[in-house]
């Protein structure tokens, strides 16, 4: 049996890509070097879809496993011909991590080839899907992608043949039905589509590429979408807006249009600020390593530790958290824990043991950095509590005085249902439990979480004045429980 040395966190479901750009001559090799930049977001399985209008046809390839595992030779991609194309990388919420969820997805209609390509999960699937059963439509796959491709293919109410597919028309019809999180990416024959669900839960940006007609040397312009913008310069482009809540945008030979597909009420999930999305990615135009730092400034001000003499970050998200606190304090950082990053997964049986030496592994401490010392250790969240449980221990077995947890966001007692793998609420060490109670389950000498109310004004701090009043609003179910879409399925 495979075991997976890994940590306790929660794990974002996927990271979409897509691309048009008629120019470039190996799209398919750019939008992989796209995919690698999101692999933190899904390392399960991944895939590239591409359209060739000269032979009006769609070439896919996808498979099990990291991008560089699946596109390991030019034979992979050399075959992935065509103007435009969607990519997209896995970890799977919504379906078993097989070979048939694996995305992008594509559906033959009555329109041509369709590819979709989809980070979130709907929450209200297994009712949407009953309601396709019950029209004798065929569904072969577990996971929501399935359900999302037969809304789109259907006919929309009102639709007019003689105007031909209209797939903005078809693209809102699915928002105002389907609800939860998701960010999708849609590949057809005629444009390459992205769009938000109308909360904006799953990030979703576009990039401009300037390029030259190959033929007259002419400037021209080109668009690509991606989950986050550390993406973007991989593909040769810059960041240029992220794509509104509820919005459509649709992109071809004209250039970028913009189109309402259901009327926003923002809600973006505030964990991709805490801990998914990369560092030097952006979100509401801020980077996100700045606000992690904010979080830890914040936290130091709400969480002192004024007689300890080191502050320490569990690498790496917890890192600019660590240093903001630092700097906050006064307390001086230390790079107290080194991580090997290099331990993912070993065919070792499951025992707990062994799932503890898995922590020990993947982060070793700096002994003298650590002993004698009254160490802050800064951690952006816990979950279960496995590895920080084990993270002190280390600490203490290094030499440490005290271990002090701060945690940049605030106590996880809720699951979550768009898209993110946050565990069930009797995994949760801290569901139905005091902070103290937490502190001695841990082994901690203290513990204290950011508050809510502080975690949103310190991430809230790097919003420009004047913004969209879209920007600054969020979703903390877990930390809340309050949800910001129906849960039909649960």
């Known amino acids: 049996m495979e075991l997976q040395f890994e940590d306790d966190t929660p794990k974002e479901n996927c990271g979409v890509i897509g691309l048009y750009a008629p120019e470039l001559p190996d799209i398919a090799q750019t939008i992989c070097l796209g995919l690698i930049a999101l692999q933190h977001r899904g390392q399960e399985s991944c895939g590239i879809v591409t359209y060739d209008d000269k032979r009006d046809e769609v070439y896919s390839h996808k498979g099990l496993g990291l991008v560089s595992q699946v596109f390991n030779s030019e034979e992979k991609l050399n075959p992935l011909l065509g103007k435009m194309g969607i990519g997209h990388t896995r970890y799977a919420t919504s379906g078993k991590c ?18 979709i390509s989809q980070n979130g999960n709907l929450t209200t699937q297994k009712n949407l899907r009953k309601k396709l059963l019950e029209k004798g439509i065929g569904m072969f796959r577990e996971s929501d992608i399935e359900v999302i491709a037969q809304l789109l293919a259907a006919n929309p109410p009102g639709y007019d043949s003689t105007k031909g597919p209209q797939w903005e028309q078809r693209i809102s019809a699915f928002m105002h039905e389907a609800d939860g999180a ?23 940006c576009i990039g401009v590429l300037n390029l030259k007609n190959p033929e007259t040397g002419k400037p021209i312009t080109r668009y690509a979408l991606a989950s986050e913008s550390c993406a973007l310069s991989m593909l040769g482009a810059t960041y240029l807006r992220e794509v509104n809540p509820g919005e459509i945008v649709r992109i071809d030979d004209t250039g970028l249009t913009s189109h309402v597909g259901r009327n926003p009420k923002p809600a ?30 914040q936290l130091a001000i709400e969480a002192p530790a004024p007689k300890a003499d080191v502050v320490v970050g569990v690498p790496d998200s917890s890192v600019p958290a660590a240093r903001g606190y630092a700097l906050q304090s006064g307390i001086p950082y230390c790079d107290g824990l080194a991580k090997n990053r290099y331990v993912h997964r070993t065919f070792i049986q499951p025992t707990q043991t062994l799932r503890k030496l898995g922590v020990s592994m993947k982060f070793t401490p700096v002994v003298s950095e650590l002993q004698g010392k009254k160490v802050v250790l800064v951690d952006d969240s816990i979950v279960r509590g496995n590895t920080i449980e084990n993270l002190v221990t280390l600490l203490y077995g290094a030499g440490a005085a005290e271990v002090h947890v701060r945690v940049s966001s605030p106590p996880i007692r809720h699951p979550c249902f768009m898209g993110i793998d946050m565990a069930t609420t009797d995994q949760m060490v801290a569901f139905g439990k005091t902070e103290e109670e937490v502190c001695k389950s841990i082994g901690a000498t203290s513990l204290r979480y950011l508050s809510h109310e502080g975690m949103e004004k310190a991430t809230r701090e790097g919003i420009s004045q004047g913004s969209e009043s879209r920007k600054g609003q969020y979703c903390g179910a877990c930390f809340t429980g309050k949800y910001p879409v129906p849960l039909d399925d649960w």
């Open 98 to 115: 097989t070979i048939e969820n694996a995305q992008p997805m594509i559906v033959r209609t009555y329109h041509g080839s369709i590819a």
């Open 182 to 204: 998701y960010s999708l990416a849609i590949l057809t024959k005629d444009a390459l589509f992205g769009c938000r669900d109308f909360c904006g839960l799953r990030p979703l």
């Open 268 to 297: 973006l999930c505030i964990f991709e600020y805490v801990y998914f999305a990369r560092p030097d990615s952006l979100l509401e135009d801020q980077l996100i390593v700045k606000v992690r730092e904010r979080l830890g400034k």
